[in-house]
């Protein structure tokens, strides 16, 4: 299985990326930081580190350095897989990189405009300029999958504000663009399909709560709902299931989390437990009930 996964150097994409290599997957780990230059985000993560960690997991990790917002990067990018494997499988879009770019419960007039517009590159073109690019390759063989990354579902986003209107459209826009290319992708038996992951444990969101991987419930007493949160892993897992399921058509279009596909599959987060944090949001967040977290993992 040749894969491409486009923002893997940390967070939701390496964990995708290493979960690939897992399967026996060559994974193609795109991103803008390595050991020899850091992207604006300046993160110490590279994807270099994710190949390696795609390779011990039993797969071919293989870091290119591109940015995706440049055409003929990632024109450079499909022609060498093409060179190399003459074959796509699956393509993931989780590039990203817009942390520092939004500004939260700030209305659309205050916002800096330079940084929503970025913004909206960032997570929306250059999903476009590489599915352009790389779907001819993928198309060339039957039953290929497209995976794009996003932040709540359709169905959760379309009836609640995102605390930015760049943000919002920059997410739900993400979502739509899985349902359009499932369109395009039917006649050659491809899937594509809208993939969030729940509270995520990011290499920056534990640098953000002051605490590790290891150490990660100490920030529950700040922020209970993190009590349901889930590491890159499970998302992971998630794109595995969907990459080696023979019946996977029937995901295409939708926009599913990573916690619904864990139920469907039998694959569980590092720990073995099942984060649902979108249906505590829903059922315990958004309402003020009292429950114990332990029962939405």
Known sequence: MITLVAGATRGTGRGIAVALGAAGATVYCTGRTTRDQRSEMNRPETIEETAELVTAAGGTGIAVRVDHLDPAQVKALVERIDQEQGRLDVLVNDVWGADALWEWTTPVWKHDLDNGLKLLRLAVDTHLITSHHALPLLIRN?????????????????????ESIFYDLAKMAVNRLAYAQAQELREYDGAAVALTPGFLRSESMLEHFGVTEATWRDAVAHQPTFAVSETPAFAGRAVAALATDPDRMRWSGKSVDSGTLAKEYGFTDVDGSRPDVWRYIVEVEETGARADPLDYR
């Open 142 to 162: 039957k039953g290929g999958l497209v995976v794009e990354v996003t932040d709540g579902t359709w169905e959760f986003n379309a009836t609640r504000y995102r």
